[in-house]
């Protein structure tokens, strides 16, 4: 994890010696480290586990030299000697100070003098490190499972609720340092450190090839959240590997233990945080996590094994020749946002095809992208709702309000990403064309993407070809959820979600490299799951990961999609006419779905648990159109699948084909064409509210469009 703020830095990665200081490597003495290994530790005291730090390990040693922080750094720098005399000290950095000034205590800290006071697990741990010292040779040690190893929260040390806020500028925590690293400085005692290897080399870029020189970690290494566009330390997370070190003092044991306010010490067992930071959704209370969360199956062993195109001119037909309309410009809204952007001197960029085929089929890929893949869920920015308004202001296109009543239209789309310059002119080109020539006619308040914005794996480079070129003519926001290639990745180096984040979850609207020359903003989503609040609508939007068959929802959007349905329960007998749950994936509710779909079962039980169902679902995935009306809830549900957004068309993909052949045919609908969905929320002055639904497909069948279907909102029946 080092995390190293303003100004500070990893010392156990700098290659300046202290002045007089010269270190002899050997190799002999120190054979290469595997890197690639991963510890299964088998201890009394801290049990079974599996660790993410490959390189974690324990040193035992005498400090031989040290350096204060540096100006505007955060880390103290021992040099710590293992009992082979002839192996090169190790560089500690340990880091004992909060640089954000003017913010929230960035660092936290326990001083544990197990002299005075001690657990029966630290002195069990002191009594090992202890006997440790009596070997010859100390270094930094993976892959013996008798090594001792910490865990700040499942092992017994310290109390994990007791850390200390260390307030920016404080000297608390260095004062106490210091004082201990006199005391063990004069009586010549040893030091625990417990951290990951380094390999640091005698100059800058130098390398090591006898192994690590170097510790670094020395903190919690658990607990670290996945915050929207954040830095990727989640990926650290895991039990029994928190860095600490301990002073094995003639007086007793000491040892110094810090964590970052950003890390949670509620964890689970894997070292994940078993909270959202968000109060309204942390606050579920454990019946009604029991009743909506999914009961986990045991993996299977192989499972556990496999561990330039634009529409800068009117064409024929169109609405901007028909009805005199033209194409909007690129303007910045009241609200600060960009949304069409058609100058037709954009040569920005060009289109980049993307070939998965060496990627794809690999091993690393293919156990991601089948069954259950849980990829990481980012936390969002606070609780994950958010108001057209901040975006569109009160009275939004789209929305009409006037004596005979009121009504909101906006589009859906998924699947849109074209990876290919033939399969951009066969389907997204005509797509694009066809939703931007309708909202310039007849314009919607938003477009709501479904997922798979971009493919194969949702890269940045790809943003501009896929993307924000295609629309660039599309004259309302588009708001997103990440579907299954925006997520995934094919290799450790990738963060996932990383440039989707970018788009559709900045802080404030703006330029992104990703978009080229396109002035289209960014989106101020909260998160990649959200509600969206807008005139008589509310849609529910989740990420449903990145499995190629069924989806999967971790907690935290389960307990989020419960607090919703209970709030817009509520908003309901207030006059609210819809609410629509978006995903990605189908939920596969049909009666004789098999394998059965855990997380339709989820989203199910969630449902039934706020006494609450949403009007309708939106989703895609399977690269067509398809809608199908739910009837065994005791309303009529209807399920619209709009996959077929310029990406592929694929007939194989029907979800329920045997169910959807004995479906009456108002009850269900396939069309194996690309399009987009048209919808309207209406709430006339007299009669009932409704929601309708249109499937305009770019070769329609007739002069309207292919398919419709209208919901009364008071009855949940179909009209």
Known sequence: MEQCNSGGRDESNSGNTMPGTYFKVYRKYFPPFDFGVRIAVTSDMIGETHMTLGTYGLLIGKITASRPKRAGGPHWLLLVQPGNPEHPAYRVAVNLQSTERGRAPELQYQIANFGRRSTPA?????????????????QLAAAQPTLPRLDFVRGGLIDPKKFDDLRPGSKALENEFRKTLAEARKSAALVAVFGTGNPVGQKPGGSVPTGFTGIQNIHMNQ?????????????????????????LLPTGAIGIFVKFSSQTTNTNDDGSPAETGIKEIDKTSAGVRKSIMPRSRPRSMAARRAAAHAISAPVAGTAASAKGKTNPVAAQ???????????????????????????????????????QTRGPVPTPHGYPRM?????????????VSNSGGKSLAFDVIGDSGATSEKSLDAFEVKVSQLITRDAIASPPAFLFHVGDVVYFYGEENYYYSQFYEPFKGYPAPIFAIPGNHDGITYNDSMTSLDAFQKAFCAETPGRWVGAGGILRSTM??????????????SIIGLYSNCGESFGWLDEPQLLFLYQELVR????????LP?????????????????????TSAAIDATCKKAGFWPDAVICGHAHLYQRVVRQDTGQDIPYVLTGAGGHIVTPGEEVGKSYMKQLDPRLGFTKFESGYVRATVASPSRGDPTLRFEYRSVKPQGSGPDDTCTLNLRTSKLV
Do not use: C
């Open 578 to 598: 819809a609410v629509i749950l978006a995903i990605h994936h189908f939920p596969r509710w049909f009666p004789a779905q098999k394998p059965a779909d855990p």
């Open 524 to 537: 101020t989503q909260p998160g990649v799951y959200f509600t969206l609040d807008a005139p008589l609508l």
């Open 122 to 138: 630290a002195g069990a741990l002191i009594k090992k490190l202890e006997a440790l010292r009596m070997t010859p040779d100390f």
């Open 568 to 575: 817009l329960k509520k908003l309901r007998s207030g006059g």
């Open 387 to 399: 108001d057209l308004a901040t975006v569109l202001g009160a009275n939004p296109p789209g929305y």
């Open 223 to 247: 607990g670290a959240k996945n915050l929207i566009n954040g830095e990727p330390h989640y990926r650290e997370n895991g039990p029994n590997q928190d860095g600490g070190i301990i002073f």
């Open 333 to 371: 809204n009241l609200k600060g946002f960009v949304f069409a952007d058609i100058d037709p001197a954009d040569a920005s960029g060009k289109f980049i095809p993307d070939d998965d085929g060496t990627t794809y089929q690999t091993p690393y890929v293919q156990v991601r992208s089948k069954g």
